[in-house]
Every structure is written in C-alpha cells, then in structure tokens.
C-alpha cells in the first residue's frame, strides 16, 4: 500500500515467477535496438542498391540517381550507427558481425558493378577490395595477440571511398567528373598507405605478443627449476655433514694403534 517495492521493505528478495522469461525477453529485446536496425537496413540496401544501379543497362542517369541515393542512405547509416552503438551502450554480437560485413558489401557492389559497366578500372577495384580483404584477415591473424584499433587515417579512407564511389554511381560531365577522378586516386592513396600501416602495426603486435608468452612461460618455469635446485643442494649438503664410516680410532684388532691415533706423551720422551 504504501508503494515501497518489497526489496526495499525487507522483502525476502525471491524471483518473480517467470523471471527467467523476463530475462530472456530482455535479452532479446536488445537485438532489437536502433543501432543494429540501421546495420539491418543497409544489409537490404546492398541488393537495392545493385538492382538500381544496373537497371536499362546501368546508364540511365534517373535510374543511377536512384542507385546514388540507396548508396548514400547506406554510407549514412554506416555512420550513425556506430556512433550509437557505443555512446549508448548497444554493443551487440550481432552488430560486431553485421556491421563490417555491411561495411564490405555495400563497397564491394559499388566497386564491382561500376567496373563491370566500364566506368572505373578494374584495378582500382582490385586494389581496394584485396586491402579490405587483407586487413580483415590479418584483424583474424593477431586477435589472440590484441585488436588493431581504427586509426584516423582508416577513417579518411573510408570517407574518400565513400565519396569517389558516389560520384561515380551519378552520371557526372565536365569539370565534375574530373574531379570524382582526383577524389577515387585519393582514396586509393589512402588505401595503400593505411593497408601497409596496418600491416606494420600487425607484425609489432604479433612480436609483442609472441615476446609476452617467451616471458611467461619462462617465468612459470623459473621458480619450479629453483626449487628442484634447492632441494638438491639441501640433500647435497645433508650428506657431507655425514661421517664417511671407516675403522675406528683406537686399537686395531691385532692391538696397534692405527695411523689416524696420537701417540703417547710419555712414550715420546722415552725415546731421548
């Protein structure tokens, strides 16, 4: 009656019935937030986005200003929702899988389909898709050694694809499409050089990480070879404290004393 929940009132703090369930459906639910849904919706704009692009042929500039438009929609949500992801704490498996792989494929279609239409060199696509390709694998190659953050230089070249490709899905003439020329061999710059940076930062995280496990295990071993020394010394010098067993001093059994036994005083002077 008085509103005071009944933890707080000294309850006996016993599960509700079906807090199990709850749970699970909380759980669930969390898939479900802003974040992955954005990831979701440019999963459905890659196929979309391919459809638009090459209907009537690929060249019919309504139907590519369409295409240009799903393009962007999906390089805008590549933005946000990272951005939420981590400012509001909706990190989710789903969304560490999702997320580069919508990343790649809106990409790679781009890149792909406007090579197979004659508007950009294959080799600008195959330079692009074999770092993306690389990189990700190399991410695989050294990720029990740590994780290769995303440097500043990744996210230029993500933008100066972003922006080369976009122009190039538009039908573009004159002075602007000379300079979607400028900006797609600026993002294959980009490309190059933070792929072989990535790969440097690779091979010093994989020496460290290898330099690491030299370490510990030498050191786990360490102290077992110490104490097998010790406990060798210790027996070593327990049996040096130990008489070596020989005759006794005195009188052998035929009476004579024997070489280790002092003579008598008084026989000593009898010899003078």
């Not at 704490?89 to 792989?101: E, H, M, Q, R, S």
């Not at 295990?217 to 406990?231: H, T």
Request: one cysteine or more.
């Amino acid at each position: 009656m008085t509103g005071v929940p009944a933890s707080a009132a000294g309850g006996t703090g016993r599960p509700a019935p079906g807090g199990k369930l709850g749970s699970a459906a909380v759980d669930q639910a969390s898939l479900w937030n802003i974040a992955n849904i954005l990831t979701m919706v440019r999963l459905v704009l890659v196929p979309a986005f391919v459809v638009l692009l090459l209907q009537d042929g690929g060249h019919d500039p309504v139907w590519r200003a369409w295409a240009w438009a799903a393009f962007a929609v999906a390089m805008i949500t590549d933005v946000f929702d990272g951005h939420l992801a981590r400012t509001y704490n909706l990190v989710t498996d789903f969304g560490k899988i999702a997320d580069p792989i919508a990343d790649k494929a809106i990409m790679a279609a781009g890149l792909i389909c406007l090579s197979s239409l004659g508007d950009l060199p294959w080799w600008v696509t195959v330079v692009i898709l074999a770092r993306e390709l690389g990189i990700t694998l190399m991410r695989f190659w050294v990720i029990r050694h740590g994780v290769i953050p995303a440097s500043r230089g990744g996210k230029m070249k993500t933008l100066a694809q972003g922006t080369a490709v976009g122009m190039y899905v538009l039908v573009l003439t004159g002075p602007l499409a000379t300079l979607r020329w400028w900006v797609m061999a600026v993002a294959v710059v980009l490309t190059v050089v933070t792929g072989l940076d990535y790969v440097r930062q690779a091979i010093v995280l994989r020496r460290r990480g290898l330099a690491e496990e030299r370490a510990a295990r030498s050191s786990a071993s360490s102290p077992a070879s110490a104490a097998s020394g010790d406990s060798e010394g210790r027996a070593g010098a327990g049996s040096a404290a130990q008489p070596v067993p020989g005759p006794a001093n005195g009188p052998t059994a035929s009476g004579a004393p024997t070489s280790d036994a002092p003579t008598a005083g008084p026989a000593a002077g009898s010899a003078r």
